[in-house]
């Protein structure tokens, strides 16, 4: 079916009625230029939710036989918005006999329109009911951790061979991070600093799940809008591998998401994004898209043994990625171990005179 939305002009016609209903649109009467522009509006913003977008899938490499793909794939997703911080999430299927399915290989996508099936029975993995085509519902973003065990971190010690993981770069309310650098006007108001990063952290301080409750978990991920997730298998077997499915997000966030159960283990917030973290928590109406984290990730281990997995003592992992529209800076992360991540660099216009004139990076990293 093709939704269509009508207005009709000072005149109420029955045929555009019943296109509508039909279709599933709406058909709206409009008598001057104000209820117009007001059924313009709710129009549009009807179409923003209701729209459901997915990026690339991705299929991880089978590390036990490079000859061969995993039947594991994850697939970003994302709703769009007319508010800065747009929702997104990362779900899991599988592939059978060509075909994208979910658990009791339900299809998960209808063939006669190419987007998720709204078909109620229609369930991802890592999901606890059926989700279907609903982007907010299961996949990791239910899975993500309760916002006050939630392991969140940023560099506050520097941009070149930072452990992120020894307490000193958490991103959390007994860390250093000041309202300042989260973008709150007044740099002494403590109690929006705590609630900013809470917010950040995942939770649900403006109640946006109407349970009447502040102090439960939001367990909603940003929009990963041009990128593709990528995987890092770190050993297991070939029908249970353990694996970190990495995707990064609008609202500043790299995520490592266990593949096995969805669950976040770490998530990377890098410090120059930190300025945009209270304008997301406002959310406020926009006419563009904020970007923050955009640009597409790569992975490069250094495989010295050929052995399915990484071995610290001789193997290095690392993810590389830019921000695309979200800014002009290039990252490199060590990811050796698996719960232990590093900031190897940075680079951009602020790092090195050669790159003075580095515009925005849009180009996925290359490595040689």
Known sequence: RVITHSIGFDIALPLLDRAAAVSGGEHKLATNTATLALSLTEIILDIFDESTSFTSPSVPVNAFNRMQNLNDVFVSVFEPSNRMHWAGNLKKYRLVNGKLTGVGNTPAVDPATGFFSTDPAAHSYWSAAADGDDVKRGGAGENLPSWQTRKVYTNLTGSQNVNLSNGSNDF??????SATALGIPDPNDSALRAEVIDWARGKDVWNEDDDSETDDDRNVMGAPLHVAPVTMIYGGTANDPDALVFTSTNDGYLHAIDAR????????????????????????????????LDGNLKTYIKDNDFIPGINPA????????????GGNLIFAVDVTYRNAPKLAWVIGPGSDPALADLGQTWSAPSIF
């Open 261 to 292: 159960t969805g669950v976040e283990a770490w998530s990377f917030i890098p410090s120059p994004l930190l300025s945009r973290i209270f304008g997301l928590y406002l959310n406020e109406e926009t006419p563009n898209v904020s970007y923050g």
């Open 314 to 325: 001789n193997e290095k992992a690392y993810l590389f990625f830019g921000m695309r529209r």
């Open 172 to 177: 959390s309310v007994t860390s250093s991070v």
